[in-house]
């Protein structure tokens, strides 16, 4: 089955090349070509293909949400110190967590995710099983990272439950999915849960995933117990390398910095969240001059409120700005590969998608920028598409998605799950989850 998405303003997201006028050709897996109107109009495997018309909208690789928590705490717990916050709301809700609970907390994040144009998601959450079964089900690209923790934190996902989950799932779905390992806070694993960690990479050819130098005080604690800060610490216990992710890297020093491109290590940037845990502001623009992939995540859904890829890059410009007083920072050409591309590098799937290039699988997404907010749009000297993505586009104005070319929203419709069903399933498995939470606490 071949898909013309014809008449957009194309976006492939290799340096800011665009197509304005332009078409993508898709096959039910991979991109075909890329090109302007014209040409892919006379392309002769574009006949008798399906049209799909993205005049006044942007066609752009699928985003890559390269942190995220699946979750259903949203909006219960406001306003609290980053650690205060963990040991209050969200361990007490991990405790009370079952499979059945965490697998529509899945189902509904990257349902959320999809219709705003995420098309790859890296999810540390727990019973992980049951993520797997929604990113089939849905047809997201999805890398499974499960939070592994030892000692007094018992509640969390274990070296052997992560072991089990990459036997039956280091690859499924085609490739679709993937399993990584993950450990919690540098604070939550002992020396010997890294050691394992790191052994666990390596027999099944695998990453790893962690987040890290997220508030000062991680920073302090880490200087107190080991003398060096966190990247340091992860840098001696051998977790650092091309297929690591470190989500937030707030608070670094130089020397942290340079560990990180040296090594390869990429580098998840929650801004929405780092703003209000109030955690600080990373170094973005100094990640990148070092060479640093820096991808976007939402961080959880606790702590954003939302999934919404589209307005991270706002949050993610916009914070640069403020924080740098530069008001050439967070060029909307910087944050857009952020969000795709460097997101998929970090992610190492650069080679697989990421960009629409012929060869690399069909993961596509259409912005209808038709909107009163998105107004005026305008082209060849004046051409604003860029701009109006970053600063006035959000994820509800995602009308197309495919991956693998496999066509998921369709006019802002759902084509692979009934939003009803999932709003329904995820309310009843938070109430059930805040029940359980309150029965633990009086116990
Ligand atoms: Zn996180």
């Not at 809700?93 to 079952?98: D, I, Q």
């Not at 999809?114 to 049951?130: F, H, I, P, Q």
């Not at 939550?188 to 000062?216: K, P, R």
């Amino acid at each position: 089955m071949t898909t013309l998405v014809r008449n957009g303003i194309v976006l492939p997201m290799t340096g800011t090349t665009t197509f304005d006028p332009g078409s993508v050709l898709l096959d039910g897996t991979d991109i075909l070509a890329v090109g302007s109107v014209a040409e892919l109009d006379a392309d002769p495997r574009a006949a008798g293909a399906e049209i799909v018309d993205a005049t006044n909208c942007v066609v752009l690789p699928g985003l890559h949400n390269c942190h995220l928590h699946s979750g259903l705490l949203r909006g219960t717990a406001e306003s609290l110190s980053l650690w205060d916050w963990l040991k209050t709301y969200v361990d007490p809700a991990h405790r009370a967590l079952t499979p059945e609970i965490a697998a529509a907390a899945s189902l509904h994040c990257y349902a959320e995710g999809l219709l705003a144009g995420t098309t790859s998601v890296m999810d540390m959450w727990r019973y992980m099983e049951g993520s797997a079964d929604a990113a089939a089900a849905l047809g997201i690209r999805a890398t499974l990272v499960p939070y592994v923790a030892d000692g007094e934190f018992d509640y969390f996902e274990t070296i052997e439950t992560n072991r089990r989950l990459l036997e039956t799932h280091r690859t499924a779905s085609d490739g679709r999915v993937r399993t990584w390992v993950g450990l919690e806070h540098l604070m939550y694993c002992s020396e010997q849960c890294f050691a394992e960690a790191v052994a666990l990479m390596e027999e099944f050819d695998t990453g790893l995933h962690t987040h890290s130098s997220e508030s000062i005080w991680e920073v302090d604690e880490s200087l107190k117990r080991w003398g060096r800060r966190p990247i340091e610490v992860f840098y001696n216990r051998g977790i650092l390398g091309p297929n690591t992710v470190v989500a937030h890297c707030v608070w670094l020093s130089d020397i942290e910095i340079e560990l990180l491109a040296k090594t390869g290590t990429g580098v998840a940037h929650c801004p929405c969240s780092n703003m209000k845990l109030s955690s600080g502001a990373a170094r973005i623009g100094d990640l990148r001059k070092a060479g640093v992939a820096v991808g976007l995540g939402s961080d959880g859904e606790k702590e954003n409120n939302n999934l919404d890829l589209v307005e991270e890059m706002k949050f993610a410009s916009l914070l640069q700005k403020l924080t740098t007083l530069d008001p050439t920072t967070g060029d909307p050409w910087d944050i857009l590969p952020m969000a795709t591309i460097e997101g998929a590098r970090a992610l190492g799937l650069d080679g697989v998608t990421g960009s629409l290039e012929p060869g690399k699988r069909a993961d596509v997404v259409v912005i209808d920028l038709g909107g009163l907010h998105t107004t005026p749009l305008l082209h060849g000297d004046d051409f604003n598409a860029a701009a109006h993505l970053v600063f006035s586009a959000s994820g509800r104005d995602v009308r197309d998605v495919w991956v693998d070319g496999q066509r998921l929203v369709a006019g802002s419709k759902p084509l692979t799950f009934d939003i009803a069903t999932v709003r329904a399933t995820a309310q009843a498995a938070a109430e059930e989850l805040f029940e359980r939470r309150a029965k633990l606490a009086v116990e």
